[in-house]
């Protein structure tokens, strides 16, 4: 009981500490607190809650600007809500899994929150996935409805020939028709003025499930749920930045992807402005700071690097004084950029590092980025970090070890792969299978990976899913891919290929355009190496070590 209520005394605390320093509490209004205090009574625990708290409190607050649209808070809960009801009506229940695939536009988070409002998953989809990427996701994640953008029709024509479970009502088109589908906005959406109304604590199933690429070099469903702790965990991240109630948000990164999920949920918590970016571009970048008078961001390293090559009389065009914080995360981020940034921003740089699995785990503020530049900070409170070696023994200072973390944001595990859970997980700690070490004054570094995960502008690849592609074609005899540096990407994918003997000549161009039929992008090698056998140990198994050695030779 003691420890029950010191517990609630620490977390008030710190609620009200973040309330402060971003300025919500001077903004907060009595039908505002009264939505804060139904929410906590009501256990709900679904991120768009505070979106439903300040549609009460400042209802015509502007929450979110896509293109020439502008959506308040009260416009945006309402559109939740007839989203919600949208799925209600298409049968979806509680603890059941909605795909949803769209481009970064108010849609997406209508559709995420309105699944989760029911108590439901919302599966983050890749708009560029390829067909049979869609068709082994829905089957994994057993989707019974998908939302998906118009223009995409055709990938998902050719997916739903393998989903004999969906019928066409199941399948809601956003932005435009699709044949035999249903409209998101005519036939879909709740109508106008819709009330949900659930059961007590529904949201507490509310999940938002995100495929990260796993062992078996298919990608694995991380599932995110919202626990009591999961809040306190995202207040104790606030009060260790400069992220305001007032702050004008860039969603820069696609929403599938976990930074500008994770980023925009923050921003919502606090009742900010969202600006949504179709797709990034350096430019346009840099245009809609300077338009929208821009506060905050989140970017993957890729992304500073692109706007950072763009020639000096092109960035020094646009005023960017207004900008507080600029969040990275989601690879690694080398010290040179790191500086340069801080250089042409200021230091309001923050790299930021976690996982789809994890959560935020540290935080590198900009003194530690100009102390010592490539680190990724000190573990944000509420982590605990355990560096392991091989043998299972804690690892001391400036010794390289696997990182494990635990803290409120942990995922619960993996949808429907108990083995990758189980593998992940060592006494509450989890693992995605980093190395890194401390240094003397507490600052951590990534040395590497355990696995041969690459990471290429931000995107998880594994090889194995690659080397099977490469190696379903009829004049590959085997493949291997390994990740090589690449200044712009972070990570680059180079494949080495043993082509069959007597079927011709096996060119690029014909690997590269069989890869872009059968896997989005960011996959699809940039690089082939044609050789005549891959390095292997005596057990038979290739020796990834030295086709990376020699990716930095060749």
């Not at 600007?65 to 509680?94: K, Y």
């Not at 970048?285 to 993957?300: D, G, K, N, P, S």
Request: charged letters at 25%; aromatic letters at 8%; a neutral charge.
């Amino acid at each position: 009981m003691i420890a029950a209520a010191l517990e609630f005394r620490q977390n008030f605390a710190l609620a009200a500490r973040v309330f402060y320093s971003s300025g919500l509490l001077a903004e907060m209004t009595l039908p505002g607190l009264r939505a804060a205090l139904l929410a906590a009574w009501s256990g709900s625990r679904s991120p768009s809650r505070s979106v439903r708290i300040h549609a009460a409190n400042s209802p015509d607050k502007t929450a979110l600007i896509w293109r020439d649209r502008r959506l308040t808070f009260s416009e945006l809960n309402e559109r939740m809500d007839r989203a919600a009801v949208g799925f209600q009506h298409s049968g979806l229940r509680r603890g059941a899994s909605a795909l949803i695939m769209v481009r970064n536009r108010p849609e997406y988070i209508e559709a995420q929150a309105g699944a989760g409002r029911i108590g439901a998953a919302g599966v983050s989809v890749s708009w560029r996935s390829t067909a049979p990427e869609l068709t082994y996701l829905a089957t994994h994640s057993k989707a019974k409805v998908i939302v998906f953008e118009a223009d995409l029709w055709p990938v998902i024509e050719q997916a739903r020939k393998g989903l004999p479970w969906l019928q066409p009502r199941d399948f809601v088109a956003v932005g435009g028709d699709a044949p035999g589908c249903r409209r998101y906005e005519e036939d879909f959406l709740g109508p106008a003025g819709s009330t949900l109304r659930v059961a007590k604590g529904t949201d507490e199933d509310a999940a938002v499930v995100v495929y990260t690429s796993g062992t078996t070099g298919k990608p694995k469903g991380a599932v995110r749920k919202f626990p009591k702790d999961a809040m306190h965990q995202v207040f104790r991240f606030i009060a260790e930045t400069p992220m305001r109630g007032d702050d004008i948000h860039l969603v820069a990164c696609p929403l599938y992807h976990t930074t500008a999920f994770g980023f925009l949920s923050m921003s919502n918590l606090l009742g900010a402005t969202a600006v949504l970016m179709d797709e990034f571009k350096p430019e346009p970048f840099l245009q809609t700071i300077e338009r929208h008078r821009v506060t905050t961001t989140a970017l993957v390293p890729t992304m500073l690097h692109r706007v950072m090559s763009l020639e000096p009389r092109i960035r020094s065009k646009y005023e960017v004084s207004t900008m507080r914080a600029i969040f990275t995360t989601s690879a690694p981020l080398p010290g040179p950029l790191a500086i340069e940034v801080m250089n042409m921003f200021g230091d309001v740089l923050f790299n930021v590092y976690g996982a789809t699995e994890t959560g935020v785990v540290t935080l590198a503020k900009p003194e530690d980025l100009r102390a010592r530049p490539g680190t990724i900070g000190r573990p944000v409170p509420g982590n605990e970090i355990r560096l392991i070696d091989a043998s299972g023994n804690d690892v001391g200072v400036d010794h390289v070890g696997e990182l494990y973390t635990r803290n409120g944001m942990l995922v619960s595990g993996y949808h429907a792969d108990p083995e990758s859970t189980k593998a992940s997980m060592m006494d509450g700690f989890f693992t995605v299978g980093d190395l890194a070490r401390r240094d003397p004054e507490g600052r951590y570094f990534i040395e590497g990976r355990r696995s041969d995960m690459i990471i290429s502008g931000g995107v998880n690849v594994y090889p194995a899913e690659v080397e099977a592609v490469l190696e379903a074609h009829p004049q590959v005899a085997e493949a291997a891919v390994v990740g090589a540096d690449d200044a712009d990407w972070g990570e680059r994918v180079r494949a080495f290929v043993v082509p069959r003997q007597g079927d011709g000549q096996l060119e690029d161009g014909a690997l590269r355009a069989w890869c872009r039929e059968r896997l989005s992008g960011p996959k699809v090698p940039r690089e082939f190496v044609f050789v005549e056998a891959l390095p292997r140990n005596p057990t038979g198994k290739v020796l990834k070590r030295e086709l990376r050695n020699w990716s930095s030779t060749g």
